[in-house]
């Protein structure tokens, strides 16, 4: 389900991506050097230039690759009429994505104010805007739309904060994936 180290290993952007956010979580995105990465992969910093000449070069490229099936989910959504079946089939997507995703969430929740400074911090704000829009319907009672909202953020919860727990992944996210389903049928009920 999510990507491996052994998927993205063949392509040296990737590998540079899968280096840099290993040193990211390891030691912070402002302790981390361009030289760190190369030694890592025991490249010169030349080589490494070639592909990418900042860590915010970095970074940016591995959350277009990493977040483009949340953007390929909400084209796919807004084309779609907003029945519970759609939402539930945008809940199990997104927490597909979200696993595939996973390394960089937990580097943006690790590394909140270095987000606020990056021009990807106010991109993921509008993807999250859009998954919120995409799921409640405006004119439905308060509760209803906090219930739709909630069920988003139970997402996020999940995969933040089970890490932590003892437990098989996939069953954390299908738990996880669980709990929004029913936020969601919930709302949709009592509209």
């Known amino acids: 389900m ?14 540079i991506q899968d280096v840099a956010l290993e040193l990211f979580a390891e030691q912070g ?12 992969l025991e490249v010169t910093k030349a080589a490494l230039y070639y592909h990418f000449k900042t860590k915010e070069e970095i970074i940016i490229s591995l959350f277009q690759d990493l977040t483009r099936p949340i953007d ?4 796919w959504a807004e084309e779609q009429p907003r029945t519970l079946e759609t939402k539930k089939e945008i809940l199990h997507r997104y927490s597909e994505a979200l696993a ?10 690790e590394n ?5 400074e990056l021009s990807i911090g106010e991109t993921f704000k509008q993807r999250m805007f859009a998954m919120v829009d995409l799921l409640r319907a405006a004119d439905a009672p308060m509760t209803d739309q906090v ?3 909630s069920a988003l953020f139970t997402m996020h919860a999940g995969m933040m904060f089970l890490q932590h727990v003892e437990g098989d992944p996939e069953e954390k996210r299908r738990a996880t994936l669980e709990v929004a389903v029913d936020l969601i049928t919930q709302a949709h009920h009592q509209a």
Do not use: D, H, W
């Not at 180290?5 to 952007?13: A, D, E, L, M, W």
């Not at 995105?29 to 890592?40: G, H, P």
């Not at 909140?112 to 606020?116: D, H, I, N, P």
């Open 2 to 15: 999510s990507s491996s180290p052994q998927q993205r290993r063949g392509n040296t952007r990737q590998r």
């Open 29 to 40: 995105y402002e302790k981390t050097s361009l030289r760190e990465i190369a030694e890592r």
């Open 72 to 75: 390929e989910l909400i084209a």
């Open 100 to 109: 595939f995703a996973a390394p960089l969430y937990r580097f943006m929740q």
């Open 112 to 116: 909140q104010a270095t987000m606020r």
């Open 147 to 149: 219930r739709c909202v």
